[in-house]
């Protein structure tokens, strides 16, 4: 039986299982998609997922966007929680924030701004978070023509 030509299990969705890294890992680059991280260890990048849990010896240097983030360990960027920010007791967050909802324990630290958003502004962040600078620009300078038809 080969483990690589299982049919059966492509079309299983994986909705359930998170990308975790670990306390011995440092990884660099950025995270998105619909699924859940977990972070134990040292990430320099950005996250743009449903779900973030950045537990105690966790770090990220990096922006987060999540629907729901719970933040034990340490942060150094902007967040964007489109549904809940959870900070521990034991978190800690350098970076302006952007939320609807923020459950804030005892002893967290936070230095930077914290905002509310409504449903409203909401959509607009997030769709001015998902264009690209690849887009055509509206306006574009023409060059007029020398008035004598000459060059220069």
């Known amino acids: ?30 995270f998105k998609g619909e699924g859940t991280i977990k972070v134990d260890g040292v ?8 779900s973030v849990v950045i537990n105690e010896s966790g770090i990220v240097n990096g922006d987060i966007k999540a629907n729901s983030i719970i ?39 936070v230095i930077g701004s914290i905002e509310e958003i409504t449903k409203e502004e909401e959509k607009v962040k997030v769709e001015a978070t998902t264009t690209t600078d690849t887009q055509p620009k509206q306006k574009e300078e023409v060059k007029k023509p020398h008035p004598k038809g000459k060059k220069g």
Not at 43 to 50: E, M, P, R
């Open 1 to 30: 039986m080969s483990l690589f030509n299982n049919k059966n299990n492509s079309n299983k969705k994986t909705s359930g299982i998170a990308t975790f890294i670990s306390r011995e890992m440092e990884v660099r680059g950025d």
């Open 43 to 50: 990430l320099h990048g950005n996250i743009s997922v449903k």
């Open 71 to 109: 933040i034990k360990g340490e942060v150094k960027g902007d967040i964007l929680a489109l549904n809940m920010l959870d900070i521990a007791s034991t978190g800690y967050i350098q970076g302006k924030i952007i939320l609807n909802k923020l459950i804030i324990n005892e002893g967290a630290r």
